[in-house]
């Protein structure tokens, strides 16, 4: 509601769920047709495996279907989406893995965005004052979800954009996983940490970071953060020091599906325009070779899948791809430009 009582028309989180309530389901032709336009796009740009995040029941046991029936080739890690019958299902019926298809995750959202100004943060916005954003799903209830989902063999993928998120759902991981080893329980985005709480990284939880949201938010983020706040937001080199490893991703559809936009992001930390000059906060970013396992070797152990894909060894699956040229040697502002001349999966041709 605007200041002048109108109503403005633009719902935020939670809110949204009014209209979604309302919205058609889409078919089961619909929904084959999707899957299969995004395997094309996603195998267009070389990518293999997929992480995808919150999906349905019925929407994790159509992929299934379409991948025993040989109609679906990539190889999808589903995280599950927080609701009450997809966590009773999946969790009392384990972990679910095929050769294509692996299920032991739940994700969960902690808080909104920052450009919507809608993650939490501990202190207001400094270009909104008196405004904190807000929770998603409330702190108690991500505690409580926390400690069941720790019961079982399922991880807990949460997504933590405000410093005042990332504290609450790494206090209650840190509770949760007291006494377990190797759960690998991931923050999704990790995006904005005060500097006192970099360390609860070192207690095996990996961060799931995206790296062109650096480079898309970087025009305002210091305006909704302040000079101080935002040096801790987007630290990717910090992190990584902290936690050992970091599973770097695209978080499409929010941002675009090519991973070499994602490998531009996380070393040159600018913009395709070449914006800023020398890039944006240099001392978080990360190098080729760090960017390259966060993209595969680290990625594949965030999904508990490092002794079957992440690199190429004897033993492992016959799932790469041959580039237009060297991501590793060629001038950094040539890697958004380079394409994904032959995809493999399985040592089957793809493209």
């Known amino acids: 509601i605007k200041k002048n009582g109108k109503i403005s028309g633009v719902l935020i989180d939670n809110p949204m769920a009014m209209i979604d309530k309302i919205i058609p389901p889409p078919t089961r032709e619909m929904n084959i047709k999707a899957l299969k336009d995004a395997e094309e796009l996603c195998l267009d740009y070389g990518l293999t495996t997929v992480n995808d995040a919150g999906l349905m029941k019925s929407t994790i046991e159509l992929i299934d279907s379409l991948q025993q029936e040989g109609e679906l080739s990539i190889r999808v890690y589903a995280m599950v989406s927080n609701s009450p019958e997809n966590v009773d299902h999946f969790l009392k019926k384990g972990i679910v893995k095929t050769d294509r298809l692996n299920v032991r995750s739940v994700k969960v959202y902690g808080d909104g965005a920052l450009g919507s100004r809608g993650a939490a943060l501990r202190e207001p916005y400094s270009d909104q004052p008196g405004h904190f954003g807000a929770m998603v799903t409330p702190v108690e209830d991500i505690e409580a979800l926390a400690m069941r989902i720790a019961a079982s063999d399922y991880q807990m993928n949460t997504h933590a954009i405000g410093d005042s998120a990332n504290i609450a759902v790494l206090r209650a991981y840190k509770k949760a996983l007291a006494g377990k080893d190797d759960r690998r329980w991931k923050i999704e985005h990790a995006q904005v940490i005060s500097a006192e709480d970099f360390d609860y990284f070192k207690e095996g939880i990996i961060p799931s970071i995206q790296p062109t949201h ?44 090519s991973p070499f936009l994602t490998f531009y ?6 913009d395709l325009e070449g914006y800023p000059e020398g890039g944006f906060q240099m001392d978080d970013a990360l190098s080729r070779e760090e960017t ?45 430009d380079l394409e994904a001349e032959k995809v493999f999966i399985n040592g089957v041709q793809m493209k």
Do not use: C, H, Q
């Not at 305002?220 to 020091?241: H, N, Q, S």
């Not at 992001?265 to 600018?270: E, I, L, P």
């Open 214 to 257: 650096a480079t898309s938010d970087m025009y305002w983020a210091e305006d909704r953060l302040g000079p101080e706040r935002v040096i801790g937001a987007y630290a990717f080199k910090t992190l990584l020091d902290k936690a050992g490893m970091v599973a770097l991703g695209t978080d499409f559809p929010v941002e675009k599906v």
């Open 265 to 270: 992001a996380s070393v040159a930390r600018k």
């Open 292 to 336: 390259l396992k966060g993209m595969t070797l680290w990625a594949a152990y965030s999904n508990f899948e490092e002794d079957e894909k992440g690199s190429l060894e004897v033993g492992k699956v016959a799932d790469f791809v041959i580039l237009s040229e060297d991501i590793m040697e060629i001038p950094l502002e040539k890697i958004p």
